[in-house]
């Protein structure tokens, strides 16, 4: 099983439509969660990170739920500019080790 | 402010001819320092971590090294490359040992020819 599983998509939604995006992850020991938001052929940078009572960002919306290791990205109110790839980013870390653990991300096009 | 640097941004080497990447970190001591590398149309697939000078973590058995010669300063290398090197190779840095998120380099795109 990988450790960060996401669907592929791609989503391709209207403007102005609700998206979301699911990710689950496999290790109960992970402490720090985020997305990150990769464009095509740019390098991935953060859209937000993932509290554990769930926050939010303009129309963007994380949810964390540790009892099912389940992440959530909700979009609301999608821009064309929003079209991109979203990454669900784990950080396992514990002695002498810190890593970052992507998914292999969720395309997103949002069309007029 | 923090500011990571990577280079070169694109690279066209033959198969079998050596490899050396390199990133560097401003404005911050200690970090965590990352290699992946993104195949295209594929997820960030984690090469390398380091969390000190000397100390590298290998998370994937392949034909790459990584050295960290210095605090700020990490190296990807290849004494031969082969074609499925080919990919988007990107460099990224943390703060030590604190819950906090990655900051990427703007990578290296090498094709193997």
């Known amino acids: 099983r990988k450790e960060v599983e996401q669907d592929p998509g791609p989503f391709n939604v209207p403007e102005g439509a609700t998206v979301a995006f699911n990710c689950t992850y496999s290790?109960?020991?992970?402490?720090?969660f985020f997305w990150y938001r990769q464009d095509c052929r740019k390098e991935p940078k953060l859209l937000m990170s993932v509290y554990s009572s769930g926050n939010e960002d303009g129309r963007f919306t994380a949810q964390l739920n540790r009892a099912s290791q389940y992440i959530s990205l909700l979009i609301r109110d999608s821009k064309l500019s929003d079209s991109a790839t979203y990454l669900c980013?784990?950080?396992?870390?514990?002695?002498?080790?810190?890593?970052?653990?992507f998914g292999t991300g969720t395309r997103l096009q949002v069309f007029p | 402010s923090q500011t990571i640097h990577q280079w070169p941004a694109t690279l066209v080497q033959p198969v079998g001819s050596p490899l050396s990447l390199e990133c560097t970190v401003e404005?911050?001591?200690?970090?965590?320092l990352y290699w992946y590398r993104q195949a295209a149309g594929r997820g960030l697939q984690l090469l390398f971590y380091s969390v000190g000078i000397g100390q590298i973590s290998s998370e994937v058995p392949q034909n790459l090294s990584a050295s960290r010669p210095q605090d700020r300063q990490f190296i990807l290398s290849s004494k031969k490359l082969l074609l499925s090197d080919s990919g988007f190779y990107l460099c990224?840095?943390?703060?030590?040992?604190?819950?906090?998120?990655?900051?990427f380099g703007q990578g290296t795109r090498l094709t193997v020819v």
């Open positions: 290790n109960s020991a992970s402490q720090s």
């Open positions: 980013v784990v950080n396992k870390q514990s002695y002498n080790t810190d890593k970052l653990i």
């Open positions: 990224a840095w943390s703060v030590y040992r604190v819950y906090t998120e990655a900051f």
């Open positions: 404005g911050t001591s200690n970090p965590n």
